[in-house]
């Protein structure tokens, strides 16, 4: 299993909009990057994701979802009156992909970005490598249990 990290802005489609489509999920689409596309042709299903609240008063980690389709051709891409229309792309070959996710758990608390960039065992997060803006990121295994370990701990203190 792989562990990744996807960003959305809480406005545009949030945790609790995913935990209403129920346990079928659905599409994570309009992904315009290609490094954050290639990572996307990486998940598989069972791969575990946090779903990270973006450009919002307080963004940082949220939840956590699972991959339930691997990628597959973004249609929002061929649709002119979609946001996410690209011109260029084309459906004999498809420019962007999407993968489907299904809700899993919402946090109790977010697990801020200042909280994350705390933690010295997430120093190479990519999250929070200067720049860096990719909507779609890699998580390694001992990033994701810092994070359900700062999870763990933020529940114990809420008591």
């Known amino acids: 299993m792989s562990y990744w990290l996807m960003k959305s802005e809480p406005d545009v489609f949030s945790i609790d909009d995913l935990r209403r489509k129920g346990p079928r999920g659905t599409h994570w689409d309009g992904v315009r990057n290609y490094q954050a596309r290639n990572f996307m042709r990486e998940m598989k299903p069972g791969d575990q994701a946090f779903f990270y609240h973006s450009n919002c008063k307080e963004p940082g980690i949220v939840g956590v979802m699972e991959v339930v389709r691997e ?11 979609d946001p996410h229309f690209d011109p260029k792309s084309d ?8 993968v489907d996710v299904a809700y899993v758990e919402k946090f109790p608390r977010t697990i801020t970005l200042d909280a994350l960039r705390l933690n010295h065992s997430l120093a190479e997060m990519l999250i929070l490598r200067r720049g860096n803006r990719l909507s779609v ?11 359900m370990k700062m999870v763990a701990s933020s529940t114990d203190h809420s008591r």
């Open 71 to 81: 990628a597959y051709p973004d249609h929002t891409a061929f649709d002119p009156k």
């Open 91 to 98: 459906p004999a070959r498809p420019r962007w992909y999407m």
């Open 137 to 147: 990121t890699p998580v390694t295994a001992s990033e994701w249990k810092a994070v």
